[in-house]
């Protein structure tokens, strides 16, 4: 059982990774693309990317606290 969850767990993990990923290089090809768009906001233009790196970041630590959970018992 613990490897069912330590596979979903992997999973878990590159797939967040990977979103964070490919979001970063499309907020960074739209922003070399369209620069009139992100000059009219009051935000900058990375904004978003910071947002999906937090919760990428709390995804993360969560699954190694589990994985290091489970890898004590």
Do not use: C, E
Request: no cysteine; glycine share 6%.
């Amino acid at each position: 059982m613990w490897t069912k969850v330590n596979h979903v767990l992997n999973t878990i993990i590159g797939s967040v990774v990977g979103v964070f990923i490919g979001h970063g290089i499309y907020i960074f090809w739209d922003y070399k693309t369209h620069p009139d768009l992100y000059a009219m906001q009051s935000a900058p233009w990375y904004t978003s990317i910071f947002v999906y790196g937090i919760f990428t970041m709390i995804v993360l630590i969560a699954a190694v606290f589990i994985k290091l959970m489970i890898r004590r018992k």
